[in-house]
C-alpha cells in the first residue's frame, strides 16, 4: 500500500512537469511496469514498486485527461486507473 505521503510525492513529481513531457513519462513509467513483472528481472522490484509506478502512470493521465486532483471524480477515476495498468502491465501488452 501506498502512504498519503508517497501520494503527496507523486502528486507534486507529476504537476512539476511540463505538458510537452507527459506522455513520454507515462511511457517510460509504463515500461518500467512492464519490466518489472519480466520473471527475469522481477526480483530486483517489490510490489510496493510496482504499486509507485501504478500510481506515477494514474497521476499523469489525470493530468492528460484534465481531471482535477480532488473529489469522488477522480478518486473513482485513480481506482480504475491502478486496476487497468496493473492488469495490462502483468499481461505483457503495450500502451
Not at 509504463?30 to 501504478?54: C, K, M, Q, V, W
Request: hydrophobic letters at 35%; proline letters at 2%; a neutral charge.
Amino acid at each position: 500500500m501506498i502512504s498519503p505521503t508517497e501520494i503527496e510525492i507523486i502528486k507534486n513529481e507529476i504537476a512539476s512537469m511540463s505538458d510537452e513531457e507527459l506522455e513520454a513519462r507515462k511511457e517510460i513509467f509504463y515500461g518500467d511496469l512492464r519490466r518489472s513483472f519480466n520473471p527475469a528481472i522481477s526480483e530486483t522490484y517489490t510490489d510496493h514498486d510496482r504499486l509507485i509506478l501504478t500510481e506515477k502512470i494514474v497521476w499523469v493521465d489525470m493530468r492528460l485527461e484534465g481531471i482535477s486532483d480532488g473529489g469522488i471524480k477522480s478518486w473513482a477515476f485513480r481506482l480504475k486507473r491502478r486496476v487497468y495498468y496493473g492488469n495490462k502491465a502483468r499481461k505483457n501488452k503495450e500502451l
